[in-house]
């Protein structure tokens, strides 16, 4: 079965740093696309950026560009958000979801199940 | 940045009618060289991820019912449940792939009346 596992909710302080992750399973994970998407609480869907694990190449939303990195370790299928320094504004659910086929432009056809992050 | 513009932001519709919601690009998605529209449409049920239900403006995913289906081309996109079902209560969200950074429509609302 192709999935996508991420890990658990976090409750972190302004200022300290995260970073969270999503285990993909089931598919040759080096091969396909990796997103991560934001959702404030009782809001829409924001495209935060993607990447390539098979050689790490990564695009950004303008809006989280510096804000964030997005990252992948292919040996352990594993994709990675970070923050340096969280902001109560980062207070979100995030998702990672697998693009549809070997190349950036195509829909999310697999999504994790969400991690919530809380700043406070 | 393409612009993706999704009407209404609710709507309540009687069980077994019809729910359209549109879905307005603030550029073409139409990539010309192989005729498709990089728009995708999803379902968000309340506390669950979303779930992709129609590709490429208007290519049904595997599973899911006959009664979404999706059309448009360019800027222009319509997503219909002919017969709306209990199970449909949901928010929709269009998605453009053509260019990044790729983004979402602000979603819709559906609701039984």
């Known amino acids: 079965e192709v999935q996508l596992v991420q890990s658990g909710a976090e409750v972190k302080k302004p200022g300290d740093s995260l970073k969270i992750s999503c285990k993909g399973s089931?598919?040759?994970?080096?091969?396909?696309?990796i997103g991560w998407v934001r959702q404030m609480p009782g809001k829409g869907l924001e495209w935060m950026g993607v990447?390539?694990?098979?050689?790490?190449?990564?695009r950004y939303s303008p809006s989280f560009q510096g804000q964030v990195t997005i990252s992948a370790n292919e040996s352990i299928t594993t994709a990675y958000l970070r923050w340096g320094s969280l902001k109560a504004s980062d207070t979100a659910m995030y998702y990672c979801?697998?693009?549809?086929?070997?190349?950036?432009?195509?829909?999310?056809?697999?999504w994790g199940q969400g991690t919530m992050v809380t700043v406070s | 940045d393409i612009v993706m513009t999704q009407s209404p932001d609710s709507l309540a519709v009687s069980l077994g009618e019809r729910a359209t919601i549109k879905c307005k690009s603030s550029q073409s998605v139409l990539y010309s060289s192989n005729n498709k529209n990089y728009l995708a449409w999803y379902q968000q049920k309340p506390g669950q991820p979303p779930k992709l239900i129609i590709n490429?403006?208007?290519t049904r995913e595997s599973g899911v019912p006959e009664r979404f289906s999706g059309s448009g081309s360019g800027t222009d996109f319509t997503l219909i449940i002919s017969s709306l079902q209990a199970e449909d209560v949901a928010v929709y969200y269009c998605?453009?792939?053509?260019?990044?950074?790729?983004?979402f429509g602000g979603g819709t609302k559906v609701e039984i009346k």
């Open positions: 998605h453009q792939y053509y260019s990044t950074p790729f983004a």
């Open positions: 089931g598919y040759i994970f080096s091969n396909y696309w």
């Open positions: 990447i390539y694990p098979g050689h790490t190449d990564t």
């Open positions: 490429w403006a208007s």
């Open positions: 979801a697998r693009v549809a086929v070997v190349g950036p432009y195509d829909a999310f056809d697999i």
